[in-house]
Nanobody
Framework: QVQLVESGGGLVQPGGSLKLSCAASGFTFRTYAMSWYRQAPGKERELVATITSAGFMIDTADSVKGRFTISRHNTKNTVYLQMNSLKPEDTAVYFC?????????WGQGTQVTVSS
């Protein structure tokens, strides 16, 4: 069955870095666009960044431009989110998403907390 498993979240101080990973299985990973979303307490889920099946980074949220980078490794069926210069407002649960036409899959999320 389809699985998206996020990892790499945790507690980090402001200005620090984290790298999230999302391991995919159960579908043809290389043909899907992959995205990271996040949801802070009391807020709606928002798109952070998307990488196309061809490896182009698109749809990056203005709030993370220049700080976050999405990448993918099709041989490892994994998508990454490198997060630098983290701010307290980046605190959220981060979700991995796979999308191809009408098919969309979600992971369970990983918590990122930015606090001193």
């Amino acid at each position: 069955q389809v699985q998206l498993v996020e990892s790499g979240g945790g507690l980090v101080q402001p200005g620090g870095s984290l790298k999230l990973s999302c391991a995919a299985s159960g579908f043809t990973f290389r043909t899907y666009a992959m995205s990271w979303y996040r949801q802070a307490p009391g807020k709606e889920r928002e798109l952070v960044a998307t990488i196309t099946s061809a490896g182009f980074m698109i749809d990056t949220a203005d709030s993370v431009k220049g700080r976050f980078t999405i990448s993918r490794h099709n041989t490892k069926n994994t998508v990454y989110l490198q997060m630098n210069s983290l701010k307290p407002e980046d605190t959220a649960v981060y979700f991995c998403n796979a999308r191809r036409y009408a098919d969309t899959y979600w992971g369970q999320g990983t918590q990122v907390t930015v606090s001193s």
